[in-house]
């Protein structure tokens, strides 16, 4: 079991270029990848968004990647039709002040737009550096996840150990709630007809009111839902989306046994494990 929750980071530099990558991780129900890189990389998006799908399956996760490059080529543009603009401006500036002025070439090229400049690279050079420090980070990431989602597996475990517990003892307490329907039963006829009981009578009624309300079923689904929870947990190292159905389970099951019996001890029962459920709803949110 992993958490959603993590950071991580990774290095790479050599003579040529220094780049650094952080991850970021956070809790949310789908994969969602974002990627943030230098514009000048940005061709390389897709493949790095395709390494951490391929590593992550859920989560928010956010990557940074920065740059820093010591000696590539210079590609430097005149902007000509920007030049004439200023200078256009400039001089019919000064004839409306009656100055007689010119601007200076060093004049029109520290304007903005006029002197463009770009580094030429071939992008390509630069993925084995990238997925080195991609790579560290991942790692790092996933270590943090996997160490933290050992805890949350420890809690939710404790809980559904209690909610186990609590689901034998209501099964404990079925012979005397089929007692107390058939001591019920016969009180109510004592009412109405004395000594008069028809023994046949009161053993019908009860088998009508079992069939109602008992809760063997649902307890049998309950026990069966939990084994499943435990099993997944062991085998499924992402086994996020598979629990939360599960606990959707096994809260109606939980429902229909509140609802079907109206003996104090197994109401205070079902309040625990709902209770317990709700702390494994709770921790499996951080749960890829």
């Known amino acids: 079991m992993k958490s959603m929750t993590g950071y991580g980071s990774g290095n790479f530099r050599n003579g040529q270029v ?5 991850i970021k991780g956070y809790n949310n129900r789908f994969l969602d990848i974002s990627v943030y890189l230098p514009p000048f990389l940005s061709s390389m998006e897709n493949r790095v968004r395709g390494y951490l799908a391929g590593r992550f399956s859920r989560g928010k996760i956010e990557i940074n990647l920065r740059f820093r490059e010591q000696d590539a080529a210079l590609a430097v543009q005149i902007n000509r039709e920007a030049a004439r603009a200023y200078r256009e401006a400039i001089a019919a500036l000064a004839g409306e ?8 070439l ?10 463009e400049t770009e580094k030429t ?13 991609l790579t560290e980070a991942a790692d790092q990431f996933e270590s943090e996840r996997v160490r933290e989602g050992k805890h949350t597996e420890d809690d939710i ?80 190292p992402g086994p996020g989306k598979k629990l939360d159905f599960l606990c959707q389970e096994i809260n109606r099951e939980i ?15 079902v309040v625990d494990m709902k209770d317990a459920l709700e702390n494994i709803r709770e921790q499996l949110r951080n749960v890829e």
């Not at 220094?18 to 952080?22: F, R, Y």
């Not at 060093?106 to 002197?115: A, M, P, Q």
């Open 18 to 22: 220094s780049l650094s990558v952080e």
């Open 255 to 269: 429902n229909t046994i509140g609802s079907k019996t109206p003996n104090l001890d197994t109401s205070r029962a």
């Open 97 to 104: 002040m009656g100055l007689d002025e010119k601007p200076s």
């Open 157 to 236: 475990l404790s809980h559904l150990s209690k909610i186990e517990t609590l689901t034998d003892a209501v099964a404990a307490h079925i012979p005397r709630m089929e007692a107390e329907f058939q001591e019920n039963l016969r009180s109510r006829f004592r009412e109405l007809l004395g000594d008069q009981i028809d023994e046949n009578r009161v053993l019908a009624e009860t088998a009508v009111l079992l069939v109602k309300n008992t809760i063997s079923e649902e307890l049998s689904r309950l026990k069966a839902h939990l084994g499943e929870f435990r099993a997944e947990t062991d085998r499924n």
């Open 106 to 115: 060093s004049l029109l090229l520290s304007l903005d737009g006029v002197l």
């Open 121 to 133: 690279r071939d992008n390509e050079q630069y993925w084995p550096f990238i997925e080195k420090a």
